[in-house]
């Protein structure tokens, strides 16, 4: 059972315009991560929030932001996106060193 | 920084017959090793963990780490077509970390 929701699940969009991306979770742990997986299968962190604090992977590109409202929360902007941005971003969240749970994931096609 | 690597980049079985996947990671002082597991068009499921060396079984699943080698494997027996998506394997860096870092993934087909 579903207890990561993204939303939405597919969006095209052109080289430029600005993208939200929504993650909750009804879990109740305590940090929610975004990563971006690319046509490879490989996944890459970009943000971690854990207590109100938030980790930045360093090679994420400045236009990439996470906005959270509560734990159960964190949302992913992209301002001016790119061709490159093109790939499936998850959510997910876990108990500090625990396994995560990942949502569906959320499909961006930037053309 | 923890670099992961899966081996091979696929994998097709018989029906019935056993699959085993490699992943070799590059910090003996790393904590937890994740399997996970990914169907299309959905996320990653964990499957198992392991953390001290020796081996774990699950179910169909058994997995195997070497931390002097540095190599984990997982092993599912009796495959099924239903098994069939592609395997992750994920290494956390150390005690509380705030991340896993992920191989690039075998892709399994068990053929029916």
């Known amino acids: 059972e579903t207890a990561v929701f993204q939303t939405p699940n597919y969006h095209v969009t052109q080289v430029g315009n600005e993208v939200s991306f929504n993650c909750k979770q009804t879990?109740?742990?305590?940090?929610m991560y975004w990563y971006k997986q690319d046509s490879k299968k490989l996944l890459k962190i970009m943000f971690s929030?854990?207590?109100?604090?938030?980790?930045v992977n360093e090679t994420v590109p400045r236009r990439f932001s996470p906005q959270s409202s509560d734990k159960a929360h964190l949302n992913l902007r992209i301002k001016s996106v790119e061709p490159e941005d093109s790939a499936v971003y998850l959510c997910?969240?876990?108990?500090?060193?625990?396994?995560?749970?990942f949502g569906s994931g959320t499909r961006l096609l930037v053309i | 920084q923890e670099k992961v690597q899966q081996s091979p980049e696929s994998l097709i079985v018989p029906e019935g017959a056993m699959s085993s996947l490699n992943c070799t990671f590059s910090n003996s002082a790393s904590q937890s090793i994740w399997w996970y597991q990914q169907h299309p068009g959905k996320g990653p499921e964990a499957l198992i963990s392991i953390f001290s060396n020796g081996n774990k079984k699950e179910g169909r699943l058994t997995v195997y780490l070497n931390r002097a080698s540095l190599h984990v494997s997982l092993h599912i027996r009796d495959s099924q077509p239903s098994d069939s998506a592609v395997y992750l394997c994920a290494v956390s860096p150390s005690s509380g970390s705030w991340q896993l870092i992920f191989g690039s993934g075998t892709q399994l087909t068990v053929m029916p």
């Open positions: 997910a969240s876990s108990w500090v060193d625990s396994d995560y749970t």
């Open positions: 929030y854990n207590n109100k604090q938030l980790i």
């Open positions: 879990l109740g742990h305590d940090t």
